[in-house]
């Protein structure tokens, strides 16, 4: 797991430790010092902690003037034992939608299992943006932890696509194709 680095093509355009809006501003890195953990293999030190244990993530990118937010996670989505999503309400999310931000892409396909408790902090954070024409999408979502994300019935706050050439993409036009994706269900009253 240590090979598994946050997605980086885009650092060039934004690093969430240099933006003063970014709950992660100020924060410095190592490439070297291995600390943080999954299921006891040492996860890569560019990946940002934020209260969970099992569960850690990349602020890619945000657009301020467009309302977005690409995230990327890794790890064990724990809801019955860590609180994950609690813990990424609070600690980040809460932050983002106090600066505009009330669309999100959360890049899960390093997500490795989902384990449901009570649907609350997803509903709290659906309420949050809804008004403003907010969405959160699910992107390559592996299949059997999509398979424990829809019996829990979270599918109805956070959609599931698979858009599997993704990294090809500029941030802007993976955005508005994600964006397009989610007005053709708004149409078709989905």
Known sequence: MHEIEPYYNWRHLYTAEEDENSPFYGREYSEFEFSNTVYNYYIHPQWDEFG?????????????????????????????????????KRGIIDLMVAKGIYKYILITENVLNFHSSDQDYYE?????????????????????????????????YIKLFDIEQWRTF???????????????????GE
């Open 124 to 156: 709290e954070w659906y309420e949050d943006i809804k008004d403003e024409g907010g969405w959160i999408v699910s992107i390559n979502m592996p299949q059997q932890t999509q398979y424990d994300f829809q019996r829990s019935h979270i599918d109805r």
């Open 52 to 88: 969970s244990r099992t569960l850690y993530m990349k602020l890619l990118y945000v657009d301020y003037d467009y309302n977005y937010a690409i995230i990327e996670l890794l790890g064990e989505w724990n809801d019955a034992v860590e609180n994950d999503i609690m813990q990424l």
């Open 170 to 188: 500029q941030p802007q036009h993976f955005f508005q194709m994600v964006d397009n994706k989610m007005l053709r269900l708004d149409s078709q």
